[in-house]
Antibody, heavy 117, light 108 residues
Framework: QVQLQESGPGLVKPSETLSLTCAVSGGSISSDNWWSWVRQPPGKGLEWIGEIYHSGSATYNPSLKSRVTISVDKSKNQFSLKMNSVTAADTAIYYC??????????WGTGATVTVSS | EIVLTQSPGTLSLSPGERATLSCRASQSVSTTYLAWYQQKSGQAPRLLIYDTSNRATDIPDRFSGSRSGTDFTLTISRLEPEDFAVYYCQQYGTSPLYTFGQGTNLEV
């Protein structure tokens, strides 16, 4: 089964850009599958950020669309998240997932990102 | 945007008891588009149920899902100690594509 692992800086300054990568193992990112990012602020619920296909086609949550870019690197079998102009409200655990049948079927372990100066 | 409201917010039960968790949609949701997740403390969510009533891989059959109109239910027939966690429902829609309920905390 596919396994996912997030990586990236754990601390980002306000107004700067958050960058995370999700490494895919046990499968190909070029398979007929979409890949998503989801976040969870401390003590709160889940928020879907967006998804991408290996072609590069992406769909975003309208609430974050102006600040988010999701991209794919087929040569490295990974996909990435960039979120600009971050504030303390973007402090969260960020998960990458693979998309199943109208659900998110495999999740990474999560990357904790704190926005603070 | 479809809003999912889960109830109760917290459910206090004991091992061996039956748990019934509710997820109500603000408008019609296709049966195909409703899923449930379990999240244990300090862990990532895990897919339990998709397509309203289909168990994901390796999910025990004490977990079941059902629907009545805009109300979706996750039932755990006989609670095991490892079942105490937070449960989220999720629907697939138009925009945003995925939305979640606020969660039900199932505690001992």
């Amino acid at each position: 089964q596919v396994q996912l692992q997030e990586s990236g800086p754990g601390l980002v300054k306000p107004s700067e850009t958050l960058s995370l990568t999700c490494a895919v193992s046990g499968g190909s990112i070029s398979s007929d599958n979409w890949w998503s990012w989801v976040r969870q602020p401390p003590g709160k619920g889940l928020e879907w950020i967006g998804e991408i296909y290996h072609s590069g086609s992406a769909t975003y949550n309208p609430s974050l669309k102006s600040r988010v870019t999701i991209s794919v690197d087929k040569s490295k079998n990974q996909f990435s998240l960039k979120m600009n102009s971050v504030t303390a409200a973007d402090t969260a655990i960020y998960y990458c997932t693979s998309n199943g049948w109208y659900c998110l079927d495999v999740w990474g372990t999560g990357a904790t990102v704190t926005v603070s100066s | 945007e479809i809003v999912l409201t889960q109830s109760p917010g917290t459910l206090s039960l004991s091992p061996g008891e039956r748990a019934t968790l509710s997820c109500r949609a603000s408008q019609s949701v296709s049966t195909t588009y409703l899923a449930w997740y379990q999240q244990k403390s300090g862990q990532a969510p895990r897919l339990l149920i998709y397509d309203t009533s289909n168990r994901a891989t390796d999910i025990p059959d004490r977990f079941s899902g059902s629907r009545s109109g805009t109300d979706f239910t996750l039932t755990i027939s006989r609670l095991e100690p490892e079942d105490f966690a937070v449960y989220y429902c999720q629907q697939y829609g138009t925009s945003p594509l995925y939305t979640f309920g606020q969660g039900t905390n199932l505690e001992v």
